[in-house]
């Protein structure tokens, strides 16, 4: 079935500064590529998401970028702030895993006042 | 976005006994589904609940171990059963309004514990 690979699984960033987290996937037919903020003991969030027929989306200080061909997509956040602190699920839906939501492993950012 | 309520939030269980989840949602919506995270983890799909038949479980769990009930379009339960401790988790209902319109929401979820 299809799967999503996600790195770093850690981020430490100075506040201010930007934060980038990748995923690969592996099926070229997904077509839908979601991001999930999920604060300490709390629901994810979806923050931002992309489709497949557009290159990159921008909300304010978080932007997505997919690259089709090499099969990846990116979450970047930009001036960080402590409030940022969280973990980040990448996702996607595709045919090979039937349209369900398939989730990346996660990585945790810290912003660091 | 929907509004999803669960209940119980928390709960603390024996070993062998079973507990059921509730997922209620404001409006209604095509697909339903449940997750378990674990203690630092990502989010695993348990099921799909379809309204009106049987759930689908993804590979890895089964219907006498985690049976699912969705009898309309705002409502669906998750029971584990027979539980042991390495059930203890977070278990998360999540809606999509409509299928193929992909954005998914999730309950605040339910943390389970087993003793």
């Known amino acids: 079935g299809e799967n999503v690979e996600q790195h770093p699984s850690t981020l430490s960033v100075q506040e201010g500064d930007s934060a980038v987290i990748k995923c690969t996937y592996s099926?070229?037919?997904?077509?839908?590529f979601p991001w999930y903020k999920q604060e300490l003991g709390k629901r994810p969030q979806l923050i931002i998401d992309i489709r497949s027929n557009v290159g990159e989306k921008k909300d304010q200080r978080i932007a997505v970028t997919l690259n089709k061909t090499a099969k990846h997509f990116s979450l970047h956040i930009t001036e960080t702030q402590p409030e940022d602190s969280a973990v980040y699920f990448c996702a996607l839906q595709g045919p090979l895993g039937g349209f369900k939501t398939i989730f990346g492993a996660g990585t945790r950012l810290f912003v660091k006042a | 976005s929907a509004v999803i309520s669960q209940k119980p939030s928390r709960d603390i269980c024996q070993r062998g006994t079973s507990l059921t989840i509730q997922c209620q949602v404001d409006?209604?919506?095509?697909?339903m589904f449940w997750y378990r995270q674990q203690p630092g983890q990502s989010l695993t799909l348990i099921a799909t609940a379809n309204q009106g038949s049987e759930a689908t479980y993804e590979s890895g769990f089964v219907i006498d171990k985690f049976p699912i009930s969705r009898p309309n379009l705002t409502f669906s339960t998750l029971t584990v059963s027979n539980m042991s401790p390495e059930d203890s988790s977070i278990y998360l209902c999540?809606?999509?309004?409509?299928?193929?319109?992909?954005?998914?929401?999730f309950g605040p979820g339910t943390r389970l514990t087993v003793l």
């Open positions: 099926d070229s037919a997904s077509n839908y």
């Open positions: 409006s209604q919506v095509t697909m």
């Open positions: 999540s809606v999509e309004a409509l299928r193929g319109a992909n954005e998914q929401f």
